[in-house]
């Protein structure tokens, strides 16, 4: 009781208490690492690792008429097509979670891949997402009958995608 008025009085302290106590992105965290950050009541970012080079298979499966399992490379556009799935899936589930459990009007979100630097040499993580959501946008959708890369431009959001190129970095919403 004392953890939930903290909560309804804004108390951000209480809100990681909450979110570490009742891990509502626990089934994620087996792919993506977050980090949650806020200086308002009102307001809190998140930023995850999408880790899509682990989570996005290149191959695809399929059991032949003779009842052999056949397996061929899946095509480019079709790759890039479920890596942008599954980072838009990803940041509306958060989104919906975080707004489940506590009294929010935005969440800002960032989704993070690691890319080579080709100036240095090394892989850093850079954005390929960044979304600001406000609780009442979201609210009014049909998650029965929406896709989600679609649904995605119905928020203030940075966003670069290529059916045959995939994601490209983008700057971070503020």
């Known amino acids: 009781m004392k953890l939930a008025f903290k909560v309804l009085k804004g108390d951000i302290e209480s809100y990681f208490v909450v979110i570490e106590q009742f891990a509502p ?53 079709q790759y890039y097509d479920l890596q942008q799935e599954y980072v838009c899936s990803c940041v509306l589930r958060i989104a919906r979670d975080l707004f489940a459990l506590l009294p929010l ?33 979201i609210q009014g959708l049909n998650f029965d009958a929406l896709d989600c890369s679609d649904t995605i431009s119905n928020f203030d959001h940075q966003m670069k995608f290529k059916k045959t190129a995939g994601f490209e970095p983008v700057n971070r919403i503020s």
């Open 105 to 137: 009007n935005q969440v800002i979100i960032h989704a993070l891949d690691e890319r080579l630097n080709s100036a240095t040499g090394h892989r850093e993580s850079v954005p390929l997402l960044s979304v600001k959501i406000h609780r009442s946008a």
């Open 25 to 77: 992105l626990d089934d994620l965290t087996e792919y993506e690492g977050f980090e949650f950050f806020a200086e308002k009541s009102y307001e809190l970012e998140v930023e995850f690792d999408v880790r899509l080079e682990e989570v996005i298979p290149k191959d695809i499966i399929s059991l032949t008429k003779s009842g052999k399992i056949s397996t061929k490379e899946m095509s480019k556009s």
